[in-house]
């Protein structure tokens, strides 16, 4: 009813940002276009989309860079030189930054440290989101 549209998730979708590029050539132009990412990966990766999509919703961990490496195992590096260029080159508009609550890893203050980043250095909204955690996996059986 709304006219269509796709999300592209992953893992992290833009390590296949050549294939969304061109995906998103076949699709029709009434059709709304997203992307979920962690922003951490080369901005080669990153740079092929800039025209193709309507809505970058991006998941920055936190913006403490240790708690950020606790949890990914790598450094938000990508992450941080990658949104301050995007929103250089696309209307605020189109991004959508989310500050998820990881148990664990970061509490209240540090969420709301990360907020105020988003807002006060990005000049952006964020909004905070709930990761659920399994208490267990429980491994399929025949």
Request: net charge negative.
């Amino acid at each position: 009813m709304a006219g269509g549209g796709v999300t592209f998730g992953g893992g992290e979708p833009l390590i296949q940002s050549d294939f969304i590029h061109e995906v998103c050539k076949l699709m029709s132009p009434a059709w709304n276009k997203r992307i979920e990412t962690s922003l951490n990966v080369p901005w080669r990766y990153v740079e092929p989309l800039l025209q193709d999509l309507d809505e970058w919703i991006i998941d920055i961990k936190d913006a403490d860079g240790r708690i950020y490496e606790k949890y990914t195992g790598t450094t938000n590096t990508n992450m941080r030189n990658n949104i301050f260029k995007l929103a250089d080159m696309v209307k605020p508009r189109k991004l959508r930054v989310r500050v998820p609550r990881i148990p664990g890893y970061n509490d209240e203050d540090k969420i709301n440290e990360s907020v105020i980043w988003v807002k006060d250095v990005m000049k952006l909204k964020a909004e905070i989101i709930d990761y659920i955690v399994p208490a267990e996996i429980t491994p399929l059986t025949d």
